[in-house]
C-alpha cells in the first residue's frame, strides 16, 4: 500500500480519498478551506455560494456508487431531474428525458454533497489538513510544501502526489515550472456569471424536477440556468458579459430592472427586486477553460478535474468528469498494481482524449445558448423524431446519452456531429 498525498478536498480530491483509503492507501488530504462537518465553518465550502446549478448525471452518480457510499445518502443531497425547461418569450418548453438505465440525474446541493463526502472519509480514516494553504511541490521527490493558519510550515512526503485542486491548481503550476515541455492553455469565455437565489421554488412555479434554461431568446445577450436544491430554493446562474448596461459589472440599476423584468417576467416584482438586490451586491466569477498537453509527471503527480480539464458548465460535464476521472484512476492503479507510472501514463491517453471531446462539446454547447435562434429546437425535435423513426441509420439523442448513460464523450461528440450532417442533409431535402 502506500501513502497518497490529495491537494484538493473538494468533491474529486475527496471522492478520490474514499477510493483510496478503502483500498488500504494512507491517504492525506490539504485543503484550504474549513471544514464542511463543524458547525461554525460557515466559509468551509465558499464555491458553493459561487457554483452554477451542480447537476449529478448517471456517469457521475456510477462513480460515487463505485466508491461504496449507499444510494441513500446520495439521492438525500439532491433531487432527480426528469426535464428540461427552456425559456422563450416568456413561456417555457419543456422537454422530458427518459432514462436509459434505471438512474436519473440529480441537481445537487452542493455543499450536502461535500458534506457527506467528508463523512464517508471520515469512517475510512482519511487525514485532513483543513485551512492548509498549498505553497510548493516538489515534483521528484514527491514532496507538498503546507502552510497552516498558524503560520507554521510543514512538508509532507508520500508515494503520490494528486493534484486536485480546480482551476487555478498549485500542484499544475509546480508541473508547468518544472517539466519540459509541458504545455497549457488558459482561455476566458466572452461571459461570466453571477449566481442568484430565491426561496420557495414551488410557490413561484418552477418543478424541482427540471433544470431551466434562460436567454435563449436573448440574441446572445446572456445564457442563463436554474435548478430546484432539496431545501427548496432555486439557484439562478446568470452569466453575462463584463461590460455594457446590461453587465457583470453594471451599476445602470433602470437597465437591469429591465432585463430582470424583460427575461424573469413570470416571477412577482418583489422576487425580481431581491434578484436585482442580489445581483449588485455580490461578486462576479470568471468562466475559464483549461487545456493540459499531459495529466502526469512520471510515476510521481497527476492532475484529476479542473486542474487537468477545466471548462464551461454550458454542458454541465465539469464534476461529472472529475468524478470519472476519479474512478478510472483508481481501476488504473488496481489493474497496474505496483507500475504507478504506467497507471498514470494510461490515465492520460485515455482521459485527454475524453476531457479534449468534453471541452469541445461544451464550447459548442455555450455557442448554441448564447446565441440560439428558432432552428435550435427545430433541429432538437428533428433528431428525436428521426431517430424514433429510423433507429438504425439515425444517430441517438446525444442530449439523452450525455445524461443518462456513461458513454465515453468522444463517443458522444461523433453523436453530435452525425446529427448536425443529417439534419442539414433533412433541411435540405
Not at 433531487?79 to 445537487?108: D, I, K, N, Y
Amino acid at each position: 500500500m502506500h501513502k497518497m498525498i490529495i491537494v484538493g478536498g473538494g468533491l474529486a480530491g475527496s471522492l478520490a480519498a474514499i477510493y483510496l483509503a478503502q483500498r488500504g492507501h494512507e491517504v492525506h488530504v490539504v485543503e484550504k478551506r474549513g471544514n464542511p462537518l463543524q458547525e461554525n465553518a460557515a466559509n468551509a465550502d465558499p464555491v458553493a455560494s459561487r457554483a452554477i446549478g451542480v447537476s449529478m448525471t448517471v456517469r457521475g452518480i456510477k462513480a460515487v456508487l463505485g466508491a461504496g457510499i449507499a444510494k441513500r445518502d446520495l439521492d438525500a443531497c439532491g433531487e432527480p431531474v426528469v426535464g428540461m425547461a427552456f425559456s422563450v418569450g416568456g413561456q417555457f418548453r419543456v422537454r422530458e428525458l427518459t432514462p436509459l438505465e434505471g438512474l436519473f440525474p440529480l441537481s445537487l446541493d452542493r455543499s450536502a454533497f461535500q458534506r457527506m463526502l467528508n463523512r464517508y472519509a471520515e469512517t475510512h480514516k482519511v487525514r485532513y489538513y483543513f485551512e492548509h494553504k498549498c505553497l510548493d511541490l516538489d515534483l521528484d521527490k514527491k514532496s507538498v510544501l503546507i502552510q497552516g493558519p498558524d503560520g507554521v510550515l510543514q512538508h509532507l512526503q508520500g508515494d503520490m502526489i494528486i493534484g486536485a485542486d480546480g482551476a487555478h491548481s498549485a500542484v499544475r503550476r509546480a508541473m508547468q515550472s518544472g517539466m519540459r515541455r509541458f504545455q497549457f492553455e488558459q482561455s476566458f469565455f466572452r461571459h461570466g456569471y453571477k449566481t442568484l437565489v430565491l426561496p420557495n421554488a414551488s410557490e413561484l412555479g418552477f418543478r424541482k424536477d427540471l433544470l431551466y434554461f434562460f436567454g435563449m431568446d436573448s440574441k446572445g445577450q446572456f445564457a442563463g440556468r436554474a435548478a430546484t436544491i432539496p431545501d427548496g430554493s432555486i439557484s439562478f446562474a446568470l452569466c453575462l458579459p463584463y461590460a455594457g448596461a446590461v453587465s457583470l459589472t453594471s451599476q445602470d440599476r433602470p437597465a437591469m430592472t429591465a432585463f430582470f423584468a424583460r427575461y424573469f417576467g413570470t416571477l412577482p416584482p418583489d422576487c425580481r427586486e431581491k434578484l436585482l438586490e442580489q445581483f449588485f451586491a455580490l461578486p462576479s466569477n470568471d468562466l475559464i477553460n483549461v487545456r493540459s498537453s499531459t495529466f502526469h509527471y512520471k510515476s510521481n503527480v497527476l492532475l484529476i478535474g479542473d486542474s487537468a480539464h477545466a471548462t464551461a458548465p454550458f454542458l454541465g460535464q465539469g464534476m461529472n468528469m472529475a468524478l470519472e476521472d476519479v474512478q478510472v484512476m483508481v481501476e488504473l492503479l488496481e489493474r497496474h498494481g505496483e507500475d504507478i507510472g504506467q497507471a498514470m501514463a494510461e490515465f492520460t491517453e485515455r482521459r485527454k482524449v475524453q476531457a479534449d471531446a468534453m471541452q469541445d462539446m461544451a464550447i459548442a454547447n455555450y455557442e448554441a445558448l448564447s446565441n440560439p435562434n428558432f432552428i435550435f429546437f427545430l433541429q432538437t425535435r428533428y433528431t428525436r423524431y428521426m431517430h424514433k423513426k429510423f433507429p438504425r441509420i439515425y444517430p441517438p439523442d446525444m442530449a439523452e446519452k450525455l445524461y443518462f448513460t456513461s458513454v465515453p464523450y468522444d463517443e458522444l461528440q461523433q453523436i453530435q456531429k452525425k446529427q448536425n450532417v443529417w439534419y442539414k442533409l433533412g433541411r435540405v431535402n
